[in-house]
T-cell receptor, first 111, second 116 residues
Framework: SQQGEEDPQALSIQEGENATMNCSYKTSINNLQWYRQNSGRGLVHLILIRSNEREKHSGRLRVTLDTSKKSSSLLITASRAADTASYFCATGGAGSYQLTFGKGTKLSVIP | DAGVTQSPTHLIKTRGQQVTLRCSPKSGHDTVSWYQQALGQGPQFIFQYYEEEERQRGNFPDRFSGHQFPNYSSELNVNALLLGDSALYLC???????????????FGDGTRLSIL
């Protein structure tokens, strides 16, 4: 079963704009991770935020986590055509290696 | 530094057959997890292997089984294939010592399995 739900399911923006994707989850977590998947390829890890953190940055990526609302957001600033991909949030529970993924947001960046 | 490698990349089988997929983890990793990703969906956890034993299992029937070898590589076996088993099968590797998910998992590009 899916733990998280990403919103929106699909997002289309112009190059240079910012893209925001949201993720909601159901149970308590140890950490939340974001992954990118290009069509037909494997998943690439982008960023991990622990349950005791509220915000994290990595290059053009900014992730926030609100454990009281069981939600997270991923912001990609100054998007590029190469950012076109599906983005998934995944939650990790305490004492577990299992990642539980949402259904993903399909991002299209138009040059 | 070799990443996670999976073979074969594509496979076509018919209902009722059996299939074996293979995975070599990233150099230095000792734990392998398998995920099934149906078209348009997120990956779903099948099971995880460490020290040649199944340590965790997701909500998948016994038709799905696995194995881990002393060199940490792993196989996923699926028996009595159903049409619904058509999916991308992903292997991910990590370190057991940092249990708790406090590090990212490294994924291979997967095996695309089609059942006719």
């Amino acid at each position: 079963s899916q733990q998280g739900e990403e919103d929106p399911q699909a997002l289309s923006i112009q190059e240079g704009e910012n893209a925001t994707m949201n993720c909601s989850y159901k149970t308590s977590i140890n950490n939340l991770q974001w992954y990118r998947q290009n069509s037909g390829r494997g998943l690439v890890h982008l960023i991990l935020i622990r349950s005791n953190e509220r915000e994290k940055h990595s290059g053009r990526l900014r992730v926030t986590l609100d454990t009281s609302k069981k939600s997270s957001s991923l912001l990609i600033t100054a998007s590029r055509a190469a950012d076109t991909a599906s983005y998934f949030c995944a939650t990790g529970g305490a004492g577990s290696y299992q990642l539980t993924f949402g259904k993903g947001t399909k991002l299209s960046v138009i040059p | 530094d070799a990443g996670v490698t999976q073979s074969p990349t594509h496979l076509i089988k018919t209902r009722g057959q059996q299939v074996t997929l293979r995975c070599s983890p990233k150099s230095g990793h000792d734990t392998v997890s398998w995920y099934q990703q149906a078209l348009g969906q997120g990956p779903q956890f099948i099971f995880q292997y460490y020290e040649e034993e199944e340590r965790q299992r997701g909500n998948f029937p016994d038709r799905f089984s696995g194995h881990q070898f002393p060199n940490y590589s792993s196989e996923l076996n699926v028996n009595a294939l159903l049409l619904g088993d058509s999916a991308l099968y992903l292997c991910a590797s990590s370190f057991w010592a940092t249990k708790g998910g406090n590090q990212p998992q490294h994924f291979g590009d997967g095996t695309r399995l089609s059942i006719l």
